[in-house]
């Protein structure tokens, strides 16, 4: 394991490590202040596509985290990025919010439903059964099937909620087409986000609260990777995992003394 004062980037979910159903996590504050004021370099990264990074440094500044929109890597950036070098300038039929479809304009993509090269999916707070039936004839049609994440629900005051990897099961048993998920676990979301901070995996770590997505990304990626226990993942399920995080904390409170 690798002295975490070496780590030059670091890399942190959002959801259940810096702030738990908009409340902040205790020490979240102290931890992004201390990475910054050392010079080390910051990505928070979220499988959330409703939101553009603007939308989401606004939040995160109402809990009271500063957060700044060059600092956010959305699994929407990750998915205009891939798309970008894939098909440059091509195009998509797209159910969404504004961070996928301002993530795809931002890389010179139109949106559109005729014959586009792909169907990308991402979250929305109102899935509509005319748009995944559009969805489902223009993948019949030939479309390629792209979806930003594989999670099945998502949070919400009232409970879980369907979410990408739901819906996209649901055209993926209408089509007989599975998608290419971009998002965590896929360590392309983490390559990606390398790629954007100039780094190299040998010198970066990534925190995260799931042994299920942002540990075995980080550790696909080749990163350092930190399971911090305030989130989904608890100690006692880690030994269920055949992988192990590279270091186990309570909270990200535990990192501030070890950034230097």
Same mark, same amino acid.
């Given at each position: 394991? +690798?002295?975490? +004062?070496?780590?030059?980037?670091?890399?942190?979910?959002?959801?259940?490590? =810096?702030?738990?159903?908009?409340?902040?996590?205790?020490?979240? #504050? *102290?931890?992004?202040? +201390?990475?910054?004021?050392?010079?080390?370099?910051?990505?928070?990264?979220?499988?959330?596509?409703?939101?553009?990074?603007?939308?989401?440094?606004?939040? =995160?500044?109402?809990?009271?985290?500063?957060?700044?929109?060059?600092?956010?890597?959305?699994?929407?950036?990750?998915?205009?990025?891939? =798309?970008?070098?894939?098909?440059?300038?091509?195009?998509?039929?797209?159910?969404?919010?504004?961070?996928?479809?301002?993530?795809?304009?931002?890389?010179?993509?139109?949106?559109? #439903?005729?014959?586009? #090269?792909?169907?990308?999916?991402?979250?929305?707070?109102?899935?509509?059964?005319?748009?995944?039936?559009?969805?489902?004839?223009?993948?019949?049609?030939?479309?390629?099937?792209?979806?930003?994440?594989?999670?099945?629900?998502?949070?919400?005051?009232?409970?879980? =909620?369907? *979410?990408?990897?739901?819906?996209? *099961?649901?055209?993926?048993?209408?089509?007989?087409?599975?998608?290419?998920?971009?998002? +965590?676990?896929?360590?392309? @979301?983490?390559?990606?986000?390398?790629?954007?901070?100039?780094?190299?995996?040998?010198?970066?770590?990534?925190?995260?609260?799931? @042994? #299920?997505?942002?540990?075995?990304?980080? @550790?696909? *990626?080749? @990163?350092?990777?930190?399971?911090?226990?305030?989130?989904?993942?608890?100690?006692?399920?880690?030994?269920?995992?055949?992988?192990?995080?590279?270091?186990?904390?309570?909270?990200?409170?535990?990192?501030?003394?070890?950034?230097?």
């Amino acid at each position: 394991m +690798k002295d975490l +004062k070496a780590i030059e980037y670091w890399l942190s979910d959002m959801d259940g490590v =810096l702030v738990h159903e908009g409340v902040p996590i205790p020490g979240a #504050d *102290a931890f992004l202040s +201390k990475v910054v004021s050392s010079g080390r370099r910051l990505l928070v990264l979220t499988n959330n596509s409703l939101y553009t990074p603007r939308d989401l440094s606004a939040r =995160l500044a109402a809990a009271g985290l500063d957060v700044r929109p060059e600092w956010i890597w959305t699994s929407a950036l990750a998915t205009a990025q891939f =798309l970008a070098d894939q098909r440059p300038h091509g195009s998509a039929y797209v159910i969404g919010e504004a961070g996928l479809t301002t993530a795809l304009h931002g890389v010179d993509y139109i949106l559109s #439903d005729l014959n586009p #090269d792909y169907v990308v999916l991402g979250e929305t707070r109102n899935y509509s059964f005319d748009q995944i039936t559009r969805a489902v004839r223009l993948i019949e049609r030939g479309a390629r099937f792209i979806c930003t994440n594989p999670d099945p629900v998502g949070p919400s005051q009232e409970g879980s =909620l369907p *979410a990408c990897g739901a819906v996209a *099961a649901m055209i993926t048993r209408a089509t007989g087409v599975a998608p290419y998920f971009v998002g +965590k676990p896929n360590p392309l @979301m983490m390559r990606s986000a390398l790629r954007r901070m100039g780094g190299h995996s040998e010198s970066a770590a990534m925190i995260g609260d799931r @042994m #299920d997505t942002d540990v075995v990304s980080g @550790m696909e *990626a080749g @990163m350092e990777t930190v399971l911090v226990l305030s989130g989904v993942t608890r100690r006692h399920e880690i030994e269920r995992f055949p992988y192990r995080p590279s270091r186990v904390f309570d909270s990200v409170a535990d990192l501030v003394e070890m950034v230097e």
